[in-house]
């Protein structure tokens, strides 16, 4: 394996660590994801620059590089849209939706009834407040007790309209 420059694994930890001090910043607060998007641009034109000029600079530039790198990944990726239900998370809601699959069963865990899981994609959302827009999917769990009539009720399929409300 030919290797160049001095250092050159070193270099790829300290760029690793940095990388990891970006996610480690970036998750320290709340932070639009365009500014460390531009400064990533910034810094890899300065970065390709000194480079091409030989600085010893260019390895500065390059782990500056990777800490805003890192922040933005981990900004891009925790992003969710404005109307995801999980935004909803504590709130009394009644949930209009389409089942996604079909729904599971499990004996409940102190042994008194059944556990039914449904995946349900979000269509509408009734609040305190109003109706706001939702979007994405949400587990809904329902304890079935022993003995009750629920038991024997035909299960709903995949596509099936689903109306269900709680806590999110």
């Known amino acids: 394996m030919r290797r160049e420059g001095q250092y050159p694994l070193s270099y790829l930890n300290l760029l690793l ?3 990891g001090l970006g996610i480690f910043l970036a998750s320290a607060g709340t932070f639009p994801v365009l500014p460390f998007v531009a400064a990533g641009f910034f810094l890899l034109f300065w970065a390709a620059f000194l480079a091409y000029r030989g600085s010893a600079w260019a390895a500065f530039a390059g782990a500056l590089l990777f800490c ?4 933005a990944r981990f900004l891009a990726a925790d992003a969710l849209p404005p109307a995801d239900v999980s935004r909803l998370a504590g709130e009394k809601i009644v949930l209009r939706g389409v089942l996604r699959e079909a729904p599971s069963e499990r004996p409940a865990a102190d042994g008194t ?13 009734e609040t305190a407040t109003g109706t706001p827009p939702v979007s994405g999917a949400l587990y ?3 304890k079935i007790p022993d003995g009750s009539s ?3 009720d035909p299960l709903p399929l995949p596509g099936d309209e689903v109306t269900v409300g709680g806590t999110v």
Do not use: F, H, I
């Not at 009834?113 to 959302?125: E, H, I, K, N, W």
């Open 17 to 19: 660590a940095c990388l």
């Open 68 to 71: 805003v790198l890192g922040a």
């Open 113 to 125: 009834g059944v556990l039914r899981r449904y995946v349900v994609d979000a269509r509408q959302a």
């Open 140 to 142: 809904v769990t329902e």
């Open 150 to 152: 629920r038991l024997s």
